[in-house]
């Protein structure tokens, strides 16, 4: 999967102030995404996927495979907690032009480890799609352990992980021990570098909506030996990543974007704009 090697944007959803998806918005985003990123990843969380409609999701999806200025490759989101649901969801969804799906592990019923391994089995059987797997214990409540993980890639459709644990240490071991061919995707800005060094084959990043060039740069210093001018272009985001989640995602990363003027920083309830103190300290630390 060379296609997927590289920076993964996780794709904001732009939205009107009544909560009707923004286009021209969207069509700007990838405009500016594509100066830097080397796949698109659409109806992540970061895309809101939990408070758009079926249909909205299909329309954006189709949106962004016919106006995607750089012929990116695509990732789309399709996972859940209801395991029939989520097959549903695949078998229903016109895949064509999609590289790969990213399917969350189950959340909030909190599995056991076989019940997760059974659950993602089952999605790879049903998706004509390569599976990319996420695994976010700060949303699902679960962790998908490493010898779970390297369980799931011997599986034929399961070709990476987006990792969002936060533990290096789980991480080191999918490194250690996966297949060759099974991607390790840093699921966290903040470690996009850490991960490159021990192997990874990227990132899916939320920061990249706003900054794609940054995460480029981190990339080409390290393939080109500098690894000092990669510390810095990693180091540069790390005042202004914090605020992107302290209200919620994609709250902060809206409201950085409509500084830039790339899209509006309208999100969908339960999530709200973003409080005064919040927009301050995003102004004052942006890049």
Not at 38 to 49: C, F, I, K, L
């Amino acid at each position: 999967m060379k296609k997927l090697i590289g920076t993964g944007v996780a794709l904001v959803t732009p939205m009107h102030e009544d909560g009707s998806i923004d286009y021209k918005g969207l069509k700007k985003l990838l405009s500016h995404t594509g100066k830097g990123v080397d796949y698109y990843v659409v109806m992540g969380t970061t895309g809101e996927s939990v408070t758009l409609s079926k249909a909205e999701k299909k329309d954006v999806l189709s949106f962004i495979l016919q106006n995607n200025p750089k012929k990116l490759p695509v990732v789309y989101g399709i996972g859940g907690n209801n395991t029939q649901s989520v097959l549903d969801e695949i078998r229903s969804t016109d895949l064509e032009g999609v590289t790969a799906i990213l399917s969350v592990s189950p959340y909030y019923n909190k599995p056991s480890q076989e019940g997760i391994y059974q659950h993602f089995k089952a999605v790879a059987r049903a998706s004509p799609a390569p599976v990319i797997l996420y695994n976010v214990p700060g949303r699902t409540a679960s962790n998908l352990t490493a010898d779970t993980t390297l369980r799931l890639a011997r599986l034929n459709k399961i070709i990476g992980i987006k990792e969002a644990s936060g533990s290096l240490e789980q991480c080191m071991k999918i490194a250690k021990e996966k297949p060759q061919d099974f991607m390790l995707i840093s699921g966290d800005d903040m470690l996009t570098l850490p991960l490159y060094a021990i192997g990874s084959a990227g990132v899916i990043s939320v920061l990249a909506n706003a900054y794609p060039v940054v995460f480029r740069k981190i990339r080409e210093h390290i393939l080109a030996g500098k690894p000092s001018q990669a510390q810095k272009a990693q180091l540069s985001l790390l005042d202004i990543n914090g605020p992107m989640y302290e209200e919620g995602n994609p709250v902060g990363v809206k409201y950085l974007l409509s500084l830039l003027g790339v899209c509006k920083p309208y999100v969908r309830l339960p999530l709200i704009a973003p409080s005064g103190d919040l927009k301050r300290r995003i102004e004052a630390n942006r890049i």
